[in-house]
Every structure is written in C-alpha cells, then in structure tokens.
C-alpha cells in the first residue's frame, strides 16, 4: 500500500512540473513571430547575454509583460542576482516609469508565465 502511494505523489510531482505554463512563447510578440530572431536589437542582446558578454547571465530570463495595454519585455537576474533589471519597450528602449509608485505598481503585477528568452546551457 505504501508503494501505490509513493508512486502516485512521485507521479503526481512529475505531472505538475510536465504542465508548468512557463513555456518559451512563439507567438506574436511586440508585432513580430519569434521576436528573439526577428528584432534585431533583440537578437542582439540575447546573444550577447549568452555569451556572457553582460556578466554571468546563466540564470537569465525575459518574460513578455503588458503594460499599458503594449508589450513589455522583462529581463530577471541580469546579470546575477538582480531581481529586476531590464523593462524594455519593443523598440528596445527602456520603460520609464512615472515614479516609484508606478514602478512597485509594475512590479508588483508581474506575471511571469509568458518567457521569450533564457539562457540555454
């Protein structure tokens, strides 16, 4: 009996890690299908985070964030142990918040189930 319920929590463990929502988006971001190769100031950075070129980024990742009704890209742990680092607006150009209330505001509503990029070991 102890084993059908240690295989039924291992399986049960396994099947919600295997349904995680966090998969890498191919959709239409920022007007774009797979905007990691399509903008290229995009492609750009992604590969130069790869590369390490910004620092250790082994623990990278960029979510696709809406804001204001736009896409917003959000970068996390750039380079290491940063909790928030890069909001940048499609055209690659940092988001600039009106203050520090609209920026926790931000923050505070992250959703974080939509990823663009990470680091691929």
Known sequence: MKIKRLLMFTLLILVSFACSKQ????DTVCGVINPVTNLPWLKEFTEKMQKGDYGDC???VMYLEK???RDILVVENFPDNCVLCEVRECDGTYVKFKDFE????FINNLRKDKIIWKYKI
């Open 58 to 60: 082994s623990r990278c």
């Open 67 to 69: 804001y204001n009704l």
């Open 102 to 105: 609209e920026n926790q505001n």
């Open 23 to 26: 998969d890498i988006v191919n």
